[in-house]
């Protein structure tokens, strides 16, 4: 142990030679940072093409012209105007929107659709540049790494299993540190003043955040929206925003302050809403592509994520990992000997076979034990269809394996062909945009556009509005339809 904290103290001793202290640009105040401006900008640079290969690019023109137009008027009057800011929307559900050293900045098209107005867009907008400028990602990636923590993108797995699942690279690392509350508190402040000072009422962003407060309820609590869990919720945040808000137009009285809600709905009409199953989708523990054509059969209860390039789903404590991705090889038998090559892979079992018609090789291999990890045990079918070859494996420690490799074969035997033409069709639902045409409630109209009862809550939380909300005529709303 005594060996271990000399090692700590020696790297941590370093970094504060080759780094120091640095003026922050908002506060003006001298902190401790481990990286220049110039390093900060590399890491963007770095971190943005790994979160698109993670997230997939959301393809709107009007929308990206949009967030580009306001993005770059805010950066202008921000506290560092003189970086390259840049502004993308990427392909998630989940509703969130968050900030990479150096100028890049991100929404998922989750939140892009639950945004009820420009103002509301405009001061989440705010916030993100305000991490920027505070360099509140730099910080916390600081006290990452005095802290040594590991992450794995989406599923909790046991550390030692990490070597084979789609591990967090630094960039996509980014993502997962969580700001502390002084951090959210300033960056709310700085929302409030960047969007105010580009002719927005910031008052609607007070709003917003009452609407990921209600998400949250709805989820039970135990389940925050994304943008929640990253960005902690300050106490009495509604109250704060609104305060500030207030005290800017108090003390700007000739400021003109817009709102824009119809022409930021005009804009959203047609957004993809929820999941898109054109990127496959899990349904009662069957995963189906429908681009790809295929079916694959997994482990009821494990989590579960998809992202572009794989899936990956792991047993609830953690014990055993499951993932399908693909190969660059010729054929499934050379796939699996890179596989070995690669990972210094001790194979115990080999052969060539078929998997519902497909050509494939199966193998069950060692990896041996290092210093940071025990033995490992793991079992790939790599399958041929059409032009691809899939690589299917399944990783538990060596003690362990025995415990999952039924299921293992059962899921990786279970690949094959889609061709139920219901789930390759399958179209993603779209949030879709009624005007209002008597006065009624939003319930009544939810009911009149025929949307399910069920989801009554869902699309009231979706418009910002309480069912029992009086509607004038003539007023836009949300409604969910494919």
Known sequence: MRNIFSLVGVVTAAMLITTGCSKNPVTGKKQ??????QQEIALGKEADPQ?????????DKVLQDFINEKGKAMAAISHRPKLEYSFRIVDSDIINAFAVPGGYVYFTRGIMAHFNDEAQFAGVLGHEIGHITARHSVIQQRNAMLGNIGLIAGVVIKPELARFAESASQGMQLLFLKFGRDDEKQSDELGVEYSSKIGYDATHMADFFTTLDRQSARAGGGNLPEFLSTHPNPDGRHDQVLKLAREWKAQNPNASLAVNRNAYLKRIDGIVFGPD?????????????????????VPSGWSYQNSPTMVQVAEKNGKALLQL???KAANPREAAQMLVTNNNLQVLDA????????QAYM???????????????????????DQLIYQLLGVAASSEFSAFVSQFTQSMTSFRTLTDNEKINRKPERVRIKTVTQDLTLEQLLRQYNQPAARFEELAILNGMQLKDKVSKGTMIKTVGN
Request: glycine residues 4%; without cysteine; charged residues 15%.
């Open 32 to 37: 401790l940072t481990f990286m220049s401006e």
């Open 51 to 59: 979160i698109i290969a993670q997230y997939g690019l959301y393809e």
């Open 277 to 297: 199953p054109r990127q496959g989708f899990l349904e009662r523990s069957v995963f189906y592509h429908p681009e790809l054509k295929f079916q694959w059969s």
């Open 325 to 327: 991705s693909t190969a």
């Open 351 to 358: 052969r060539a076979t078929t998997v519902h018609g497909h």
């Open 363 to 385: 193998m069950v291999a060692d990896v041996p034990a290092t210093q940071q990890s025990p033995a490992l045990r793991i079992q790939t079918y790599h399958i041929q269809k």
